[in-house]
C-alpha cells in the first residue's frame, strides 16, 4: 500500500466517522444525561461491535476483492444510499428537544449497562459493515500480504471511530444545557442529515482501485 493511498484512507474514515449516526447520536444522549467518562463506556461498546463486524468482514474479503466491477459497484451504491437516506430521515426529523432523564435514574446506570447499549447500538448499525464490504477492497492491494493492511486499516478505522464517539460525548456534556433547550435538537438533525448527504456523495465519488 502505498503512503498516497493511506492518505486517502485517511480522508475517507475521517469523514466516515465524524458522520454523526446512531452510534454518535446515542453518546450524545449518554454525554448528555451521563457525563463524558459514563459515556465513554458507551462508546467503548459500540467499538466493540465494530471490531467484532470487522473480524466477520475480513473472512469475505479476498472473496470481495477477487469479484466483477459489477459486484463491487452494487455494494458502494448500497453504502451510497444508506448514507443518503439516513441523511434525508434526519433532516427531516420532526424532534424537537432532547429530552432529560430523571437525575436519579441517569445516576442508577452503571458504565457496564452503558457499555451493553454502546455494543448493541453499534452491532445493530449497518454503516460498519458497509464501510468493511465497500471500502476495504478500494484501499487493499491483492498482490500482496492482505492481513497487515487489513490490520492497519482495521486499527485506523476504531481509532477514529472511539475518538470522535469520545468528542461528541464530551462535547454534548459542555453543552447539555443548551441541548436540552426546545428547538435545538431540531437544528442539530438538520446539521447531521446534511453531514450524512454529503458523506453519500463523497462514497459516490470514490472509485475502484
Not at 7 to 33: E, K
Not at 129 to 154: C, K, V
Amino acid at each position: 500500500m502505498s503512503l498516497q493511498t493511506f492518505f486517502l484512507y485517511l480522508a475517507a474514515v475521517f469523514v466516515l466517522t465524524v458522520t454523526p449516526g446512531p452510534s454518535v447520536l446515542m453518546c450524545v444522549t449518554n454525554g448528555i444525561h451521563h457525563g463524558t467518562r459514563r459515556a465513554f463506556a458507551s462508546a467503548l461498546g459500540s467499538v466493540t461491535a465494530v471490531c467484532l463486524i470487522m473480524v466477520v468482514s475480513a473472512a469475505g474479503l479476498g472473496a470481495i476483492l477477487a469479484v466483477s466491477e459489477k459486484v463491487f459497484l452494487v455494494l458502494k451504491w448500497c453504502g451510497v444510499a444508506y448514507l443518503a437516506y439516513i441523511g434525508i430521515r434526519t433532516f427531516f426529523s420532526q424532534q424537537n428537544s432532547f429530552a432529560a432523564e430523571d437525575a436519579a435514574e441517569g445516576r442508577s446506570k452503571s458504565r457496564r449497562s452503558l457499555y451493553l447499549q454502546g455494543f448493541l447500538v453499534g452491532g445493530s448499525n449497518p454503516k460498519a459493515l458497509l464501510f468493511f464490504t465497500a471500502f476495504f477492497p478500494q484501499f487493499i492491494n491483492p498482490q500482496a500480504a492482505q492481513l497487515p493492511q487489513f490490520l492497519l486499516l482495521g486499527a485506523t478505522f476504531v481509532c477514529f471511530e472511539l475518538f470522535w464517539l469520545t468528542f461528541y460525548a464530551h462535547f454534548a456534556s459542555r453543552i447539555a444545557p443548551w441541548l436540552r433547550t426546545p428547538g435545538r435538537a431540531r437544528m442539530f438533525n438538520r446539521l447531521s442529515g446534511a453531514v450524512f448527504l454529503g458523506a453519500s456523495a463523497v462514497l459516490a465519488s470514490v472509485r475502484r482501485a
